[in-house]
């Protein structure tokens, strides 16, 4: 069966490819167009369609779109209700089922010898949970929390033998999704993109207003909860971009977080009762990217095993989506499902850009190297990543060691000095270091550091002691492997920091040219295009 799925209808625009069992590619607009998230998520552009993304997994599958036996869209325009009866203030929404409906002759469009019977609506959160439930092998239970869909926020469920059984979803207005959408835009950031920033903030407060969330939000016991109107300008003034953080910031960022980490472990309680004991639990949805959030729900919720779609957002969906049509779990290995190049493609692009550039014995030990003497590595290999975590493809890495690292890489990213960088870490080494999840490849959990290792790096040791770590398996990433194991040799460390290969605003580095763009404006000391290194002559930095 050849599927490919489409997400299209609020933000981060992307595309998957299914063929006869195997998930072929899967890629999210913003890489293409180089538009973060690559639309905001207003009724006026729902009509955008990740035409880019999905020609190029037709590409890569080797597909014209008249070969397709189906195109799943995760959304389905029948579900919708007014927003005035969901409590939705928004005047246009009705826009967004009107351009659903009209996806089929937008896609036949798009993408030319497409036949419009082709296109299956897959409700939003059911696309959501296939994404995570089918994704692995076992029967599991499901949980989707986002800010919204077609009327609801919520789905939980259970899969059994490849079929959804929905246990309970919650309707429209009550939103978890939407009450972290609404606090982000409060503290002046970016509704729908900057969530993860509010997360880094709430670990320098103090939650000293949990206690009026307790009655504003709340679990209802039936597996839905609550969420009432909350006048933010009564606990915190609101703040512009670009102005001071204050306390009272950090405090409500602090009290909403710890809130909704509460109201989460009630529902996956609820959801492991209501499913009959399933040992696993997955996870989909914008609200599972919130890695604090889901290290409570396996420290102590019910289940044995918690699993988190790597592309939990709204991207994930075009997976989600074509994953439910096709109807078959499809265990997910990796997120290395975007463009890749080969050596010769490289090649050619340093030629063009005309740098100099060497093809040394081990790409790997030679950013180690430069790692070790404290300097900062732009790391492309391999295809990229689906989703949002950077995974040792198009990575920037650095020392752990040195205190100064994590101000250093926000000023080479352009970003607030509050947030936290990550690690990577050889899996054989994990639990010598950090406590937590096992294994974390794709970096959706917090983990404590051990306290005899958080003065060895400090780097990646955020403010509570915790670190958001990506556990790499020599199986799955020989290289990344290979450039860890001669790090520790020289120093050591068998941790090195890695971030995003990107700069604010902007989406992940996708193709070689970009790489060289980033290098070129960016005060990186090494590109490791693939097997070829780019060094930019300087002293390195002693680590403090």
């Known amino acids: 069966m050849r599927v490919l799925g ?41 009509w955008e369609l990740p035409e880019l993304a999905a020609a190029w997994c037709l590409e ?198 710890k809130r909704l980490e509460e109201v ?41 095993r918690v699993w988190v779609q790597p592309a939990a957002g709204d991207s994930g969906t075009a997976l989600g989506a ?38 040394p014995a081990s790409i790997a030990a030679e950013a180690a190297g430069v790692l070790a003497r404290n300097g900062i590595v732009a790391w492309y290999q391999g295809r990229s990543e689906y989703g949002p975590r950077a995974l040792g493809h198009r990575s920037l890495l650095a020392h752990p060691g040195d205190r100064d690292t994590q101000t250093r890489m926000n000023d080479v990213k352009g970003r607030e000095q509050f947030r936290p960088i990550a690690p990577m870490v050889r899996a054989e080494r994990f639990h010598d270091i950090f406590e937590g999840v096992y294994p974390s490849p794709y970096m959706l959990f917090v983990h404590r550091v051990r306290p005899d290792w958080r003065d060895r790096i400090p780097a990646v040791t955020h403010v509570d002691g915790t670190a958001r770590v990506q556990t790499v398996h020599a199986e799955d990433e020989p290289v990344v492997s290979s450039l860890l194991t001669e790090f520790e040799r020289l120093t050591g460390l068998p941790v090195v920091v890695n971030t995003s290969l990107n ?4 989406p992940m580095v996708d193709t070689p040219r970009e790489a060289l763009e980033l290098f070129g404006s960016a005060p990186v000391d090494l590109l490791a295009l693939g097997p070829f290194a780019v060094h930019r002559a300087q002293t390195y930095r002693s680590v403090e």
Not at 125 to 138: D, I, K, T
């Open 322 to 359: 074509a994953l439910a049509v096709n109807g078959e779990h499809l265990p997910f290995t990796t997120a290395a499902l975007g463009r890749g190049w080969s050596d010769d493609e490289l090649e050619a692009e340093l030629r063009r850009a005309a740098v100099p550039y060497t093809r």
């Open 60 to 257: 890569q599958a080797g597909l014209r779109p008249g070969d397709l036996d189906a195109v799943a869209y995760s959304f389905d325009p029948g579900l919708c209700r007014d927003a005035a009866e969901m409590g939705l203030d928004d005047p246009w929404d009705h826009l967004r089922a009107d351009y659903a409906r009209r996806a089929p002759q937008f896609l036949a469009t798009a993408l030319p010898g497409l036949d419009p019977e082709q296109v299956r609506f897959v409700p939003h959160h059911v696309a959501h949970a296939a994404s995570a439930g089918l994704s692995v092998p076992e029967d599991s239970a499901v949980l989707v929390l986002d800010g919204r869909g077609e009327r609801a926020s919520h789905l939980a469920g259970a899969y059994r033998g490849g079929r959804l059984d929905v246990l309970c979803g919650q309707e429209l207005p009550h939103s978890l999704g939407l009450l972290y959408e609404d606090l982000t835009r409060h503290l002046g950031f970016l509704h729908s993109s900057d969530e993860y920033k509010v997360m880094a903030l709430a670990s320098y407060g103090q939650p000293r207003f949990l206690g009026l969330l307790r009655e504003l939000v709340r679990a209802d016991g039936d597996g839905g909860f609550t969420v009432e109107r909350i006048d933010w300008d009564a606990l915190a003034k609101p703040r512009t971009a670009g102005e001071e953080m204050t306390e009272a910031h950090a405090d409500l960022a602090a009290s909403v977080q």
């Open 6 to 46: 489409i997400n299209a209808i609020f933000h981060d625009p992307s595309a998957a490819v299914i063929v006869d069992g195997r998930v072929v590619a899967a890629a999210e607009e913003e890489r293409f167009s180089r538009r973060k998230h690559g639309k905001r998520p207003v009724p006026f552009a729902a």
């Open 503 to 506: 700069t604010a605003g902007r």
């Open 264 to 304: 989460l472990l009630d529902l996956a309680r609820w959801t492991y009762r209501a499913a009959g004991g399933l040992s696993t639990l997955t996870l989909a949805g914008g609200t599972a990217l919130n890695c604090v959030a889901n290290a409570r729900i396996a420290a102590e919720g019910p289940f044995e």
